[in-house]
């Protein structure tokens, strides 16, 4: 069959077969089918959907497309963690070596920021001399000594995806739900892990936007993994305001220290959303019956000091200075040459907050970047001092900015003020998290 032939199939609603989807993905990535070929099927899809086991054999194509990952040298189920992206998420660094204190075994490769979320590779990088390329079996090494490694990608870790996500860009189907979740779990799945948990973000700082579009996004991976023979769950969470109260590399790093010397309140959305993705990880490696279990465990760890004893081990291993990783040490990663807060024009009520303009705030300041050449300020951002539904009076402190060039600082103070919405009464504040999914 010609490719012209699958498109217009899809065009006309018609499923896929693995042998087309397979065609497609290989003829793409050697260059046999052009893009303008390759952005009319992206734009058939958007259009007409996939079914879960079209979803599953692009998947499948996909990550065989380049190299493959094998744990299975590594003792125990292998975890992993995913979120979908967003402002103030910093749970891979504190869920990831509790994990490993309670008996778990994390070994996880993760992305860099673009635009106005955050990456863990940046958040890395901001504690000195952290080197995240590593090679395989160096990064095995790491997880057997301590039960947690993270690290960039390969080179070489599904080039399907980075061709096909480019050319989403710039053909408006970026928002197509079957190659979103063939996107994430291509990389997800190749690299290795057995069960694998997923923080799907709804709202303004989210990818998904409506709750309906994030449920039926979770819903679609969770049915990719279990056809694919891993066990996946997803929880759906609130991006309508940052999850942690830090914006930022180092001061992301910071608070992820702080949450692990028992410094943050349970109360806490960081900590709830933490705590929720822990016990999933720790039920999907059979180390907890449930949720209680799970928590508590997870508690303990904090509790007695060993969960930020990985983290500091963890960067340790990968060549960091660990020494910066403790509540002392890391105020020095954050000291910048000014602090300045930016403040309520009115008394009011923090009815809403607009997620994404915060993360371009900080963003503006050297804390992300627009282009994936732009350079990152580590020490840079913003601590936000105010969650939806506070009451606040003129003059009450928003936010702190973390300020070392100042050439952007006036349109991030105005961005800022625009994002956070001060009303007479109190309106309706959205929950943390929204609900779990499993495949079932």
């Given at each position: ?19 087309e ?35 599953t ?7 065989h ?8 040298d ?89 061709k ?11 928002r ?22 997923l ?29 694919a ?18 914006v ?6 910071q ?18 959303v ?10 999907m490696?059979?180390?907890a019956?449930?949720d ?16 930020l ?20 040490g ?8 000014k ?10 009520y ?12 900080a ?8 282009k ?65 999914v499993?495949?079932?």
């Amino acid at each position: 069959m010609r490719f012209v032939d699958s498109i217009e199939k899809k065009e006309d609603g018609g499923k896929l077969t693995k042998e087309e989807i397979q065609s497609m993905v290989t003829g793409y990535v050697d260059g046999s089918i052009p893009d303008y070929q390759m952005s009319a099927m992206m734009m058939a899809i958007l259009l007409k959907g996939m079914d879960a086991e079209e979803a599953t054999e692009l998947t499948m194509a996909m990550m065989h497309s380049g190299d493959v990952v094998d744990l299975s040298d590594l003792p125990g189920v292998k975890l992993d963690k995913h979120s979908t992206g967003g402002v103030g998420d910093t749970t891979t660094l504190v869920v990831a070596p509790l994990v490993a204190a309670c008996g778990g075994t994390v070994a996880k490769m993760s992305g860099r920021g673009l635009g106005h979320t955050g990456g863990t590779l940046d958040k890395l990088e901001s504690v000195p001399g952290t080197c995240i390329e590593q090679p395989m079996d160096r990064f095995k090494e790491i997880v057997r000594q301590n039960g947690v490694c993270v690290i960039g990608q390969s080179g070489n870790l599904v080039p399907a995806d980075k061709k096909m996500y480019a050319l989403r860009d710039v053909t408006a189907t970026v928002r197509s739900i079957p190659l979103i979740a063939s996107s994430i779990m291509s990389k997800k799945l190749a690299a290795g892990a057995d069960a694998i948990v997923l923080d799907v973000k709804t709202g303004s700082g989210a990818f998904m936007r409506t709750k309906e579009e994030a449920f039926e996004l979770a819903k679609l991976m969770t049915n990719i993994g279990k056809l694919a023979g891993r066990e996946v769950r997803a929880v759906v969470t609130d991006m309508n305001q940052p999850l942690g109260m830090a914006v930022g590399n180092a001061l992301e790093v910071q608070e992820a220290v702080e949450l692990l010397s028992g410094m943050i309140p349970e109360t806490d959305p960081l900590y709830e959303v933490c705590m929720l993705l822990g016990s999933q990880m720790l039920q999907m490696g059979k180390l907890a019956a449930d949720d209680a279990e799970a928590k508590a465990m997870l508690k303990t760890h904090i509790e007695d000091g060993s969960g930020l004893a990985k983290l500091q081990n963890m960067f340790r291993l990968l060549g960091g200075d660990a020494s910066y990783v403790s509540v002392e040490g890391m105020k020095k990663l954050v000291a910048v040459k000014k602090n300045i807060d930016v403040c309520a024009d009115r008394d009011g009520y923090i009815s809403s907050m607009a997620a994404e303009q915060i993360g371009t705030a900080a963003q503006l300041l050297g804390a992300g970047r627009a282009k994936k050449e732009d350079k990152v300020d580590p020490a840079v951002g913003l601590v936000m001092k105010v969650r939806c539904g506070r009451k606040v009076q003129k003059g009450d402190p928003l936010c702190t900015l973390y300020v070392n060039e100042e050439k952007n600082l006036d349109d991030a103070i105005a961005l800022l003020k625009q994002a956070i919405h001060i009303t007479p009464e109190l309106g309706e504040v959205e929950p943390m998290v929204y609900g779990l999914v499993t495949a079932d």
